[in-house]
């Protein structure tokens, strides 16, 4: 049985192999080139673009499962087109190759911003999704990622969504944007935190829901896959104690961020450095609607573990890698 994973060197990406693999599964890993997160595990590689349907043809040729993650995440805009490139067209030419070579199966990762989180206080399957004008255009392309996938099902391929909220954890090694933040926190090196928050589930309750998803879920069905709502401020007094901090982060009001965000979000242009706040990410914080869990604890098992423990996970996992003193950087 051969399953193929797309976008496998990202931070789910390489946690889904984890598992895959070890459940004696041949995995098959795509993407445009393969990093840390895959190094020295038992995979068959191949190089593919999901812009490029003749290398994704090759690439699903003889699979029976599927999982699509390769995705372009931003909170600073689409300044290329890349954002709407990949997350819609990316999945409409995956869903097409799948459907071209019978793969029984497709599971395609979205994520809880594919709804409009500003429109109701509680998000369910049902919720209306993320399509206004004024909406940040990631969420935008998240939406119209499941609409064009579903365009597909409806001529027969067999496919499932998950949508994940702040995805977070150990095994991240670029790190993401998220694991940033922590590694910032553990660091000491974050000034203050916005009074602002947000679901906060980890990457591997998350690779758990979609191998369920693989097996148990219904064709056509979306599952959302909350994990805990935390503010930053409770983050950061979680990392601190785990870190053996004693100083409390400054905490600002949302109006003072949202008069930073226009001017950071000027300066994402002219640096290549982390912003912890744009409008975009601040946009998130500020609509952040509890997210109903009962539909994927029914059908998947979604059991999202304790938050405590993901990032005291999470910390172990840094300082064994060298981001917080431990091992040689070099070595991961």
């Known amino acids: 049985m051969l399953t193929v994973v797309t976008g496998a060197s990202g931070f789910l990406g390489g946690v889904l192999v984890r598992t895959l693999l070890g459940e004696g599964r041949r995995v098959r890993c795509v993407d ?20 490029d349907r003749r290398s994704l043809d090759a690439a699903l040729e003889g699979a029976e499962t599927v999982f699509h993650l390769a995705a372009v995440i931003s909170v600073t805009g689409d300044p290329t087109g890349q954002v709407w490139a990949v997350n819609v067209d990316g999945v ?21 911003h594919a709804y409009d989180l500003e429109a109701t206080e509680s998000v369910t399957e049902q919720s ?7 909406l940040p255009v990631y969420d935008r392309s998240k939406a119209a990622g499941e609409a064009a996938l579903r365009e597909v099902i409806d001529r027969g391929l067999d496919a499932v969504i998950v949508n994940p909220t702040g995805v977070f954890g150990p095994y991240d090694f670029a ?17 203050a935190v916005i009074d602002g928050g947000f679901d906060w589930v980890d990457v591997r309750d998350v690779a758990t829901a979609m191998q369920a998803a693989e097996s148990d879920g219904r064709t056509g069905e979306n599952y959302l896959l909350p994990g805990h709502h935390v503010s930053l401020a409770g983050l ?23 008069i930073w965000g226009p001017l950071a979000d000027v300066a ?32 998947l098992n979604h059991r999202p573990r304790a938050i405590e423990e993901t990032i005291a996970d999470t910390h172990a996992w840094f300082t ?4 917080l003193g431990g091992a040689n950087p070099a070595s991961r």
Request: charged share 20%; aromatic share 6%; hydrophobic share 50%.
């Open 128 to 134: 209306s999704r993320a399509v206004a004008v004024d």
């Open 236 to 258: 950061a007094a979680i990392a601190a104690d785990i870190a053996g901090h004693k100083r409390r982060l400054i905490t600002l009001p949302m109006w003072f961020a949202r």
């Open 268 to 299: 994402s242009r002219r640096r290549s450095g982390p912003l912890w706040y744009t409008s975009e990410s601040l946009h998130a914080l500020r609509f952040d609607p509890a997210v109903a869990g009962a539909k994927a604890a029914s059908e």
């Open 32 to 51: 445009l080139q393969q990093g840390p997160a895959l190094e020295g595990l038992d995979i068959e590689w191949m190089t593919a673009d999901v812009l």
């Open 320 to 323: 064994e890698q060298g981001f």
């Open 175 to 191: 790190p993401s944007r998220m694991g940033g933040v922590l590694l910032a926190m553990f660091q000491r090196r974050l000034p």
């Open 92 to 112: 409409r030419n995956v869903a097409e190759a799948a459907l071209a070579a019978g793969v029984c199966r497709l599971v395609h990762c979205s994520s809880v």
